[in-house]
């Protein structure tokens, strides 16, 4: 007997997913405000807070190898279970750290635990896209991102409040937490595919065709990265910009990336994944292509902007192609994606720095359009198969 689901019930699982990706950026996010008070507190000097921050990036990396064939063998509405429940717990773990090292193992863990959530949601994200039968991943993304503007802005908030770390992440932690564990349990359920005669690997690495859609948004995820920890830097240092002008710089990266990820899915309709990718990667080409170029405060802050519209629709693009492939389960591409996306996102700032040290900052940032240009030829990966 074939069960016939309301279109109302439907409707309220995209909600439903949109709402499970705000509330977990908003308990990740809420602690990076905080980071400064965290090295006042510990004494440590910028060196040793940055060697401390790679525990996050680290834990994840290693989550996401193994993480796929895990999430597959749960089921991704128990992996997302698990894996909201062990992100808002672990966020304390930085907030009692003592040294240099105990925050680096207490980020660790809290990479570690990202991975179940991560990849549980966005499979789930895309079966209830074909499930509804129209797409919704950019949208998502688009949530996360509002939900990132709001856990910064709390924490920022209580850091003017004179709220201690600690304090504030005992109260946003569990809020949005419960909130992600009721999401998930509310949620009607999704069909789920019938599971695959191949044993699901331990290692989520990417295949030989699985390589170009893992690739393809390397370039812009760098940019992204590089528009998060280098704005600032840049509009300070080439441009001489007032505070008032680099707090712009970011708002106008940040604020293009959500509207395009808000409106990405009706142009993927349109346009199709491999023509709306490759005019995204264009529009991230020409901002960073200004940036190398200009040296005032207007042309920089609409720079930043067209680098933040570039990098709004790489990453869901890139997660929907690997979910659609048949050659494995979802779980396990969509892992293989952010892996290789994760470790673009990490390495690109550092890449920048290198450059920066030879030939400038300016000549730094340009570094990373030969990436872009490298995602504009491998769009056609996209394609659905």
């Known amino acids: ?33 905080r980071f400064p008070d965290l090295k006042e507190t510990l004494a440590l000097d910028h060196a040793q807070l940055g060697l401390s921050l790679l ?55 809290v990479g570690l635990s990202l991975a179940l959530i991560e990849i549980g949601m966005n499979v789930d994200a895309d079966r209830v896209e074909k499930w509804v039968s129209k797409p919704i991943m950019s949208s998502c993304h688009g949530f996360w991102s509002v939900g990132a503007l709001i856990g910064t802005g709390l924490g920022a908030l209580c850091a003017g409040m004179g709220i201690s770390p600690l304090q504030q992440i005992m109260i946003i932690s569990p809020i949005f937490g419960i909130a992600g564990i009721l999401i998930i349990q509310l949620r009607t359920p999704i069909p ?17 065709a699985l390589l170009g859609v893992a690739v393809f948004a390397v370039g812009l995820q760098m940019s992204e990265g590089a528009a998060f920890d280098w704005s600032g830097i840049y509009m300070r240092e080439v441009v001489g910009a007032n505070a008032t002008f680099i707090g712009m710089a970011y708002f106008s990266f940040t604020l293009p990336m959500a509207i395009g990820r808000f409106f990405g899915d009706h142009f993927r309709t349109v346009l199709g994944p491999v023509r709306l990718a490759r005019i995204t990667t264009l529009i991230g ?21 067209l680098v933040g519209l570039g990098a709004s629709m790489a990453f869901p693009l890139a997660v929907t192609a690997a979910a659609e492939r048949d050659d494995r389960p979802a779980a396990v591409n969509v892992a293989s994606v952010f892996l290789v996306a994760f470790t673009a996102f990490v390495i690109g700032p550092p890449l920048i720095g290198f450059v920066a040290k030879l030939v400038g900052l300016q000549n730094g940032l340009m570094a990373l359009l030969p990436f872009c240009i490298l995602g504009y030829f491998l769009a056609p990966s996209l394609k659905p198969k």
Not at 12 to 33: D, K, M, Y
Request: hydrophobic share 55%.
């Open 285 to 305: 080409c020409l901002g960073l292509l200004i940036l190398g170029l200009t040296e005032t405060a207007i042309g920089s802050i609409l720079a930043w902007g």
């Open 1 to 33: 007997m074939t069960t016939v689901v309301s279109p109302s019930a439907k409707s309220a699982s995209v909600w439903n997913i949109r709402a499970l990706f705000l509330c977990e950026a908003v308990v990740l996010t809420s602690i990076f405000p």
């Open 192 to 208: 789920v595919p019938p599971p695959s005669a191949q044993l699901a690997p331990t290692f989520a690495l990417p295949t030989r």
């Open 55 to 109: 525990g996050l990036p680290l834990g994840t990396l290693l989550s996401l190898i193994l993480a796929g064939g895990l999430v597959d063998r749960l089921g991704t509405r128990r992996a997302s279970l698990i894996g909201i429940s062990l992100v808002a717990i672990s966020m304390v773990l930085p907030t009692l750290a003592v040294s240099m090292m105990a925050l680096f193992v207490a980020l660790f863990v």
